[in-house]
């Protein structure tokens, strides 16, 4: 077994403090990466508080994980001692299943093993993520990661960037569509991103008119304050697309007038509370309101492929590992632009 250091979760009441723990010996199919830096994802606070319900503890977050090759089993053939890998939402699902042979591995019907938070494919040995020095991942779950790009930048793609561009790709958003994105944090800097460089029209909604600034650094062509009853009037049929990434509770219903015809509303946000839906807001108009999770590893390292030909990294803010509380503080308030990244040489 390998000798291991990381933050956990004792229970949903304790605060993250170093732990140690094991991981697995590198088998014949492995990779292991020391891990450089690691990107914090509001959904690490929502499952160590077990806010969405089941988590299992002690607990290691972390899933938008970068590092450098240290070991390779004898039957790996993708990586090498000293490559860039990174691993992110997933380590591993069933392999056999109809999604699975789709490259939709985020929705294997056996369950897919979550890199933290979950269970490997026995259905019995716990997973733990990137809050910690380094890890053990069966190669088909390993992504390759650019040259050119910023390596602590690019960790939060591999949860914000791919969760926004997944469903980006799927709904073929592209030159002559508009698209608004919902919320500015870490999925919604990344939807406008990959919103502009599809060559969408982008607009941003937000309840705060002091992010309008920031927006427009984004590139985004537009922005609307929902707060505003003129404003909301005015985008009365205007969207084909709207890229939902708001993860706090709010109202769905509010957006479904802002769709053309035949448009579609994308939830990428996880509220911890359910939401009431009118069907006359769907009917009226042929809408749909959708949902999409990450996406398969051959769409990830499209994505990352996509990043380094784009020059497209996340907007980070690095910190120590000790700084962990305080940060999840600011993310509560939104007070981040636009995505904690923790400097794994701090641990």
């Not at 606070?45 to 089993?73: C, N, R, T, Y």
């Not at 050119?148 to 997944?166: H, K, V």
């Not at 990434?245 to 219903?253: C, G, K, L, N």
């Not at 994308?266 to 999409?292: D, Q």
Request: with cysteine; net charge negative.
């Amino acid at each position: 077994m390998i000798a291991t250091k990381g933050y956990a979760a004792q229970t949903k009441e304790s605060a993250l403090a170093p732990w140690s723990f094991q991981r697995r010996e590198v088998g014949p199919h492995d990779v292991q990466f020391d891990i450089l830096y690691c990107g914090v994802c509001h959904s690490d606070l929502h499952q160590i508080k077990d806010e969405w319900g089941g988590s299992i503890f002690p607990m290691v977050p972390g899933h938008e994980i970068v590092g450098k090759v240290v070991a390779v089993g004898a039957h790996v053939t993708k990586f090498k001692v000293g490559d860039l890998a990174g691993t992110g939402c997933m380590v591993d699902s069933c392999r056999v299943c109809e999604s699975c042979q789709q490259g939709l591995e985020q929705y294997c019907l056996v369950g897919n093993s979550q890199t933290y938070n979950g269970l490997e494919q026995d259905k019995k040995t716990p997973t733990y993520g990137g809050y910690s020095n380094t890890i053990v991942v069966n190669e088909d779950f390993v992504l390759h990661i650019p040259q050119n790009l910023d390596l602590a930048a690019t960790a939060p793609l591999l949860c914000a960037g791919i969760t926004t561009y997944s469903p980006l790709r799927h709904w073929k958003v592209g030159p002559g569509h508009k698209l608004a994105v919902v919320g500015l944090g870490g999925l919604g800097h990344m939807g406008v991103k990959f919103g502009v460089a599809l060559g969408a029209d982008v607009t941003v909604l937000s309840t705060s008119p002091r992010k309008e600034a920031d927006a427009q650094k984004l590139g985004a062509h537009h922005f609307m304050v929902t707060t505003d009853p003129a404003q909301l009037e005015a985008a009365s049929g205007q969207f084909d697309f709207i890229l939902d990434t708001v993860s706090a509770e709010h109202d769905y219903m509010q957006y479904m007038t802002m769709l053309n015809v035949d448009g579609v509303h994308i939830c990428v946000g996880a509220p911890p509370t359910p939401s009431a839906m009118h069907a006359f807001s769907l009917i009226i108009g042929r809408k749909s309101i959708a949902g999409s999770s990450i996406g398969g590893i051959a769409e990830t390292q499209e994505m990352l492929d996509f990043c380094a030909e784009h020059d497209i990294v996340s907007d980070i803010e690095m910190i120590d590992i000790k700084d962990i509380q305080p940060a999840y503080d600011r993310m509560v308030k939104g007070d981040v632009r636009y995505r904690f990244v923790i400097d794994m040489a701090t641990l």
